[in-house]
Structure formats: structure tokens, C-alpha cells
């Protein structure tokens, strides 16, 4: 008699981690810096450049991540939003992405799912498995999904976030708890493991990687005499935790590793506000506005984070003063002129690219998406205070992010010649090694051979 043992099922495990450049990473591994990771990356697999989306946010690329979609779909622009008939802003959530998950997806197809820590997942949807939230919530009552993970979590001293505000009193004691934050996210997905052990995707993430680049970025490349040996300490944390996972994996399992974006020095703060009011387009009833509720009724133009312009349009804003038969020539005019402006310190172009919106994205929420959107160029992060008196300013932030550096790996398996990979080509590729279809309205292909 002849006994066929049963292969171990396919299951895909992805550790993402926020923002970590492609070019950083070969930088690190030719100095032997992360010689763990340099191990998997470079010698076993697949290890791509990546594009992130447009505007360059966690929020929106981890949304276009979890969705497969654009955001014309997904209905997620930025960090901030605001409702136009109020003028109100607000933090979109989870809640407001409009369109299924890849975990959604995935539990519909009977497959177990673990997903922990990826931006925007707050308030946990219900999935075949676990899901705990990322940094929207800070409360565990409300990051996890079912109930009953809340407790083991807590005496795990599971940290979902670290406060960026600490970095600016004390920058030891921030890595000092990035570090500690991305240890005890190990202990939880062992922890899951074990709990789960049926499990047939599995998502790890680490956002203390982009928290640690924001503030640490320019004393990595100077080699600053304190703090680069804290950013390498840092990341060698992350080195081994990666390794320590990866080992434990179960067979036949596909080990996936991305980032959603890059990371530059900052070279300035630009506020496009400003820009607006020097132009005479925007204007406030007030010399200390709080809220777009304070724009006076000759305002034209707004804008928010980052690099997003909104015509202050009769009908659709609450105090609208631009009649829609001149929506188009206000769109055009900042088409032209926002390529104009410059950094007054360097004569240097601060903007790189501007769109119409329905040149960047497609799908039905096209129409939530700001009028005209600018990408800027590497060093300049677009802010958009409402009070704010100049237009360049420099703070403790010293790190942003980029668009054309995010990366894939893809364990021990070669990937289609496609050039650029996307991040929505990431959710595509999951799925289908997973064997399950794909929903028709998904972007992207996926990258399997
Ligand atoms: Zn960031």
C-alpha cells in the first residue's frame, strides 16, 4: 500500500512595512546593514521598485492596497477630507472607503485571514479570521475584530501606534517605543499563529518604519553621531523581527514584502494656502481662521493636504462663489499657474505635476476628489494651514515621502516584466495565488507568471 501524503495548502503571508524606500533598502544592503533581511530580499526572490499613488499617504495607498482599487473607487483622497455642503473636515476612516477588501474578499471565499496593524482598517470590518486595526484607533475596544482578541492583545501590551508628538520632546524615548511597538507586533502574530493556525492569509504591518523616517531622515544621511546609530538600531529591530517571522512560517507558504511609498529630506514645508491668498483666490472672514467655515465669500480656490485645490464652487460648496460656467477656466488657470510656484530661499520649482482629476483617477467617486491636484517635487511637502503667514517653512519633520520608491519582494518566484508595478497589482497578485477571483471592478494585473 501507498500512502500520498497531502501537500500543505497554499497560503500567502505579506509584511509590509510603511514607507520604506526601495533605494534605501540596496543602499543598506550593500553597507551589510540588514543582513537578514539582504538575505531574503536580495538572494531569494523577486525584489522590485514600486509606485505608490497619487497624493503620496499612507491613508490612500494602503487603501488602494487593501481595495486592489484607485482611488476613483475606493473613495479614499487623503489624509483629510471635507463635506462641501458644511465646509467641515474631517479624518476619513475605514468607514468611507466604499468598495470591499481584499480580506473581505478573501473571507467570502472561505479562505482564513489575519490582518493586523494596515492603515486604514479602522472600524474593523468582519472578516473570516482577525483584524486588528491601525492608527485611527488607539483604542484596542475598538481596533479589533471579534471582541474576544481584546484581552490577550492588552496582556500582551500590544501598542497599535506611538504617538509621533513624543518625537519632538524626547527622540530616544520615541525610538526607544517604535522598537518596542514592532517586538510586541511580533509576539501578536505569533501569538495569531498559534490561534489561528489554519490560517490562509496572514498581513503584518509595521507602520514605525515611516514614524522613525519623518523624524530621523536627515541625521541617517548625515550620520549624524547620536541619532543614525538609533535610526540603524532601529531598523536592525526590524531585521530581526522580519527573520524571526519569516522562519516560522509554515510550508507552501508565499512570503510577500512591501512598502507603500518612499522616503526624501524634507527640504521645506510649502503652504498652498498662502500661495492661494498671495494670488488673491482665497481669503478668510477672519485673520486666525479654524476651519474652510471661515472662508469669506470671495474665496475661489482652497486647498488641503497635500497638494489638493478645491474651486469654491456655487452649488456644491456651503458658500460657494464661483459660478459653474467658470469651473473649467479657474481649473485650467491652476493648471498653469501652479506649476509656477517656486521656493523663494532657491528659486528651485516646488511642483513637479498637476492634474485635472479625471486624468488621475477613474471610477464612480471620481467626483470626490479635489478639482485639481498637484504632486510635488522630492523635498517639498505640500501643507495646506489655513492661518499660516509664509510660504516655505522648515520644522522637526525632516523625512517625506516618495512616490516612485516603494518596493515589492516576492519570495522564490519570478514576476511578470511589467514596468511600473502598482500597488493595486500587489492585491491582483495575492489573489490569484491564493486561487481565488478577483472582483471585476478590481485594478491592476496580477504579477504572477
Ligand atoms: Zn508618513
Known amino acids: 500500500m501507498f500512502f500520498k501524503k497531502k501537500a500543505p495548502k497554499k497560503r ?46 499612507s491613508s490612500v495607498a494602503w487603501s488602494t492596497f487593501q481595495t486592489g482599487r484607485n482611488p476613483g473607487k475606493h473613495g479614499i483622497f487623503g489624509f483629510v477630507d471635507r463635506d462641501p455642503h458644511t465646509l467641515k473636515m474631517y479624518i476619513p476612516t475605514g468607514a468611507h472607503i466604499r468598495t470591499n477588501t481584499l480580506w473581505e474578499v478573501l473571507s467570502q471565499a472561505g479562505k482564513q485571514v489575519v490582518v493586523m496593524n494596515v492603515p486604514n482598517t479602522t472600524p474593523p470590518r468582519k472578516v473570516n479570521g482577525v483584524l486588528v486595526a491601525g ?84 541625521q541617517m544621511e548625515d550620520q549624524d553621531p547620536e541619532f543614525a ?40 514645508e510649502v ?19 479654524r476651519d474652510l467655515v471661515d472662508m469669506d465669500s470671495t474665496a475661489r480656490v482652497y486647498s488641503l493636504i497635500p497638494g489638493r485645490f478645491y474651486i469654491n464652487l456655487l452649488g456644491r460648496e456651503a458658500a460657494g462663489s464661483v459660478v459653474p460656467e467658470e469651473y473649467e477656466a479657474w481649473r485650467d488657470r491652476l493648471l498653469e499657474e501652479i506649476p509656477e510656484i517656486q521656493d523663494p530661499e532657491t528659486g528651485q520649482s516646488v511642483i513637479q505635476k498637476v492634474w485635472k ?7 464612480p467617486l471620481v467626483k470626490q476628489a479635489a478639482d485639481v491636484i498637484a504632486h510635488p517635487v522630492d523635498g517639498y511637502d505640500l ?34 516584466d511589467k514596468q511600473p508595478i502598482y500597488l493595486y497589482d500587489v492585491t491582483q497578485t495575492i489573489l490569484q495565488a491564493l486561487g481565488v477571483a478577483a472582483p471585476e471592478d478590481m485594478d491592476g494585473e496580477s504579477l504572477l507568471l
Do not use: C
Request: proline share 5%; glycine share 4%; net charge neutral.
Open 383 to 416: 501643507k495646506a494651514q489655513l492661518a499660516g503667514d509664509r510660504l516655505i517653512q522648515h520644522t522637526h519633520i525632516n523625512g517625506m515621502h516618495t512616490y516612485d520608491d516603494a518596493y515589492l519582494f516576492v519570495e522564490n518566484t519570478p514576476l511578470r
Open 271 to 289: 503652504n498652498t494656502n498662502y500661495w492661494l491668498r498671495e494670488k488673491g483666490y482665497l481669503k478668510f472672514k477672519t485673520d486666525q481662521p
Open 357 to 363: 482629476r479625471e486624468d488621475l483617477y477613474w471610477g
Open 135 to 218: 492608527f485611527l484607533s488607539m483604542k484596542l475596544e475598538k481596533a479589533v475584530y471579534p471582541d474576544r482578541y481584546v484581552a490577550p492583545l492588552r496582556n500582551l501590551g500590544y501598542v497599535i501606534d506611538v504617538n509621533p508628538m513624543l518625537a519632538q520632546k524626547d527622540l530616544h524615548g520615541f525610538v526607544d517605543r517604535l522598537m518596542e511597538a514592532v517586538r510586541k507586533r511580533k509576539e501578536a502574530t505569533f501569538y495569531f499563529m498559534k490561534e489561528l493556525p489554519q490560517w490562509d492569509f496572514f498581513m503584518v504591518h509595521i507602520m514605525e518604519t515611516d514614524r522613525i523616517m519623518h523624524f530621523l531622515w536627515a
Open 229 to 268: 546609530p538609533r535610526f540603524w538600531e532601529f531598523f536592525r529591530v526590524v531585521d530581526e523581527t522580519v527573520a524571526e517571522i519569516h522562519e516560522a512560517l509554515p510550508e507552501n507558504t508565499l512570503f510577500l514584502s512591501l512598502s507603500d511609498h518612499g522616503f526624501t529630506r524634507v527640504k521645506a
Open 12 to 57: 500567502v503571508f505579506v509584511l509590509s512595512l510603511d514607507g520604506v524606500p526601495y533605494t534605501l533598502l540596496q543602499r543598506a544592503f550593500a553597507e551589510g546593514k540588514l543582513p537578514n533581511l539582504q538575505r531574503l530580499f536580495a538572494q531569494n526572490g523577486t525584489f522590485r521598485q514600486m509606485h505608490s499613488v497619487i497624493p503620496t499617504i
